[in-house]
Each structure stands twice: as structure tokens, then as C-alpha cells.
């Protein structure tokens, strides 16, 4: 079925304009409600946000929604994404709710649903919660009515629960570690979490205002991390976006370590100790052609999915792998963590610097990337990768790139643009494929 509300990761949009509103966050709340109301217990659900101005506006709205049909609303406050996934488990809700646009700024929100397994939810209940949206939903009767409360120790569990990834004999001691919270949902538990492991912690990125979240910090915004870093002699870096659940890291020098070389070290290390599952890692079309060839180098495979972490999820659980992510920073590790966690992710990389005793420049750089160019090409309307002269410049270029590099167009879901990537190992060659296919398009679009 086409889809109005939901896209690859939840419901977004701008605030107080199209699906982004107060009216429209309660009736998810009460669609959502309905939809996981089993059984004759009491029903819960957890909820939980970033930083965002809008974020009280939407999580009132979704606390009436959920109310009204009858479930009690537990609500966290500011609380990364896999904070709010951990707490829909261990408080054994019916259903989790992250009120969130991760990266995006702030005029932007969004709501991310989880099962009571913690997990992001099914295209089969996303698609019964969209039908549920244009119908007239029964409401609880007047005794029946939800309750709202507020948990105080939701910091201490979250911070508790992604120290107990760290080996009990490793020690952040000695080391002088940046932080940036990206002004986050983070940016008091992440900082925490790495100081009670014993680090000297620089932060940056957390002092929220409700309007600076992702603002020129935050792992889409490296410039300020990396100038602290240099500037304070720190050992490394750690950046997070603005729901917590992707990380970039910068080694001592300020060189970028982005996600395909954090899972290069997170999966060969598991790989050493004897506890990577599946044989491989799970990433996406977009992970560089250089991160395949370190792995099969390693005696390992690079399962490659549609962009999107919850693609990369679903393949990890059919497949049986326990390390997966993106190149933009999503890393997931399902032997903590039911979702993307870049807190969990940062520390796996810091007890590699520990155990290892090499500087981060030496250690975190595992593979040289090929060249590689995305361009996008906007159009109004049509379908011109359909059209025949596009096809043959696809063709041709294929056939060009066989054997020394990839090819990945798509359009996007969320606008109309086409997305043209390609690698190998001419750099003067890949842009020649790049141009090619994006005048194409562009001409099929006129």
C-alpha cells in the first residue's frame, strides 16, 4: 500500500506543517494504542524525546492520544533513541515511542515506534497504524482512561546498561576523550557514561536551547569536534547525532572515522575473540567498495542491503549477524542492543584503544576507501529512470565499472531526487560515470 505518514524511519516532517502535528501525533497515539492493546492487562507505553522546541508540543499531544484508549504513559524525557528501545523491554510496555528527527534541525520532528520487544516496528503494524489514521478509533470508557507518570532513574538504567558492553576489566583511565552530543538527546548520559569509566571528558554539544540541536555539531557537523580534539590534545573524539543512534569518530590527528571503518574494527575484533555471528557484516549498498575487500582480505563477507537501518536490522536477524550499520554513522550491535546505538558504539571503539595500546590514527584508519561520488539530481515529476536513453547510459556505465567498481542509483523516499553513486578505483573515471548518468536524467526529467 502507498504510504502517507510512514517512511523509511518513522513518521518526519517539519513541525506544525503536514504530518507533523499536534493533531496528527494524537491520533498515532491512539492508532498506536489500539493497535497494541492485547490481553487483558493494564497496557504501558514508554515515551521518550530529543531536544527539540516541538517536542513538548508532540509529546502531550501523543500522551492524550495513548490516554484516551486506555494505556498509561511512562514518560523518560530527553533519552537517546536505544535508550527508549531498552526501556520498552525492561519496564515490559506494550509499545515504545521516540519523538525524534535524529539529524535533521530543528524545525524538524519525528515519531519512531518500537514493539514491546524493543525492536522498530513491522511494515505489517506501520501499515495498520496508517489505516487506523483515517478511522473513527473506539476511546476507553471514562474509568478506563490512561494515567501519565514520570520515571526518575531513567538516566541511571540507560547509563547502566551500556557500561555493561565494556569487558569489566577495561578502564578509560589515561585517556582524554571528546564528546559532542550534537545538543542532543545524549548530551547528559553519554558524557556520564564515559566519565564513570574512568576518561577525562572534554564535552561539547550540550547545552540544548530547544533550537540548536544538530547546530554545527554532531556527527553531520565534524568541524567543531575536530578543532577541540587538535586544540586539547585529546586522544579521540566521539560524535553523535541528535537522537543518539549514529556515530562518527575523530581520531587525535582530527582525520574522520566514519561508519564503514568503525565496523571494520568493531567486526574484525569480534572476529579475533571467536564472537562475530553470520560470518560477516551487514551494511548497506552505500558502505564503500574498500570496506567489502578489508573484510574478504579478513576471511569475511559484507552483506549489502537497500539504504536504511531498518533494512540492515532485518538482514542481521534473518542472517544471524551481530554487527551491522551505515556509512553515515548507524551501527548496530545485537548482542547489546536492539536498535542503532552510537554511545554503545563509541565505547566498543574505546576498548579497542585500550586493548590495543596504539594511538587512534593508527588503529581506527583499517582500509584505504576507493573513490567514491554521490550526486543528486532534483526533477518535478515522471519516472525518468525509465526512460530508454537513461537506461543505456546505466548500461554502458555498468559494463564500464565491471569488475573495478559499483553503481548504485536510486530515488529517494522522502523527495523527488534521484541519487546517483558510484566507486572504483579511478577517481577521473568514477566522476566521468556520475556526470554521464545525472545529464541523462536530467534530460529525461526537461
Not at 530527553?78 to 531498552?86: C, D, F, I, K
Amino acid at each position: 500500500m502507498a504510504r502517507h505518514y510512514f517512511g523509511t524511519d518513522g513518521i518526519r516532517g517539519r513541525t506544525n506543517a503536514g504530518v507533523m502535528t499536534a493533531d496528527i501525533a494524537m491520533k498515532v497515539g491512539q492508532a498506536a494504542g489500539t493497535r497494541f492493546l492485547r490481553g487483558k492487562h493494564r497496557h504501558r507505553v514508554v515515551i521518550g524525546k530529543d531536544t527539540r522546541l516541538s517536542g513538548y508540543m508532540l509529546e502531550n499531544a501523543m500522551v492524550a492520544g495513548f490516554t484516551s484508549v486506555g494505556m498509561d504513559v511512562v514518560l523518560l524525557g530527553p533519552m537517546p533513541t536505544p535508550a527508549v528501545a531498552l526501556l520498552t523491554r525492561e519496564l515490559r510496555a506494550d509499545v515504545g515511542v521516540m519523538i525524534s528527527a535524529s539529524h535533521n534541525p530543528f524545525e524538524d520532528n519525528g515519531i519512531k515506534l518500537f514493539g514491546p520487544d524493543g525492536f522498530k516496528l513491522s511494515d505489517a503494524d506501520e501499515e495498520a497504524i496508517e489505516v487506523m489514521l483515517g478511522q473513527n478509533l473506539p476511546l476507553a470508557e471514562s474509568d478506563l482512561i490512561g494515567r501519565a507518570r514520570r520515571i526518575e532513574d531513567a538516566r541511571g538504567r540507560y547509563i547502566h546498561a551500556v557500561k555493561g558492553s565494556v569487558p569489566q576489566d577495561v578502564r578509560l583511565d589515561g585517556l582524554k576523550i571528546v564528546v559532542d552530543c550534537a545538543n542532543g538527546a545524549a548530551y547528559q548520559v553519554a558524557p556520564s557514561a564515559v566519565w564513570e569509566l574512568g576518561a577525562e571528558v572534554i564535552t561539547i554539544g550540550v547545552q540544548p536551547n530547544g533550537k540548536n540541536i544538530n547546530l554545527k555539531c554532531g556527527s553531520t557537523h565534524l568541524d567543531l569536534v575536530k578543532e577541540t580534539v587538535v586544540a586539547s590534545g585529546a586522544d579521540i573524539g566521539i560524535a553523535l547525532d541528535g537522537d543518539a543512534d549514529r556515530l562518527i569518530v575523530v581520531d587525535e590527528k582530527g582525520q574522520t572515522v566514519d561508519g564503514d571503518q568503525i565496523m571494520a574494527l568493531i567486526g574484525t575484533q569480534l572476529a579475533a575473540q571467536g564472537e562475530l555471528r553470520g560470518g560477516g557484516v551487514v551494511a548497506t549498498v552505500m558502505s564503500n567498495l574498500g570496506l567489502e575487500r578489508f573484510l574478504g582480505g579478513q576471511g569475511l563477507t559484507l552483506e549489502r542491503t537497500k539504504v536504511g537501518d531498518r533494512h540492515v536490522l532485518e538482514r542481521m536477524r534473518s542472517g544471524g549477524f551481530n554487527v551491522g550499520g551505515e556509512q553515515s554513522g548507524h551501527m548496530i550491535m545485537l548482542d547489546h542492543a536492539t536498535t542503532g546505538d552510537g554511545t554503545i558504539a563509541a565505547l566498543q571503539v574505546l576498548t579497542a584503544l585500550v586493548k590495543s595500546g596504539k594511538r587512534a590514527s593508527e588503529l581506527l584508519h583499517l582500509f584505504d576507501p576507493v573513490p567514491q561520488l554521490l550526486k543528486n539530481v532534483r526533477f518535478s515529476g515522471g519516472k525518468p529512470l525509465e526512460a530508454d536513453k537513461v537506461q543505456l547510459v546505466i548500461a554502458e556505465a555498468e559494463s564500464q565499472l565491471a569488475g573495478k567498481g559499483r553503481l548504485v542509483i536510486r530515488a529517494s523516499g522522502t523527495e523527488p531526487v534521484i541519487r546517483v553513486m558510484a566507486e572504483g578505483d579511478d577517481a577521473a573515471e568514477v566522476e566521468q560515470v556520475v556526470d554521464a548518468i545525472c545529464d541523462a536524467v536530467r534530460e529525461a526529467a526537461a
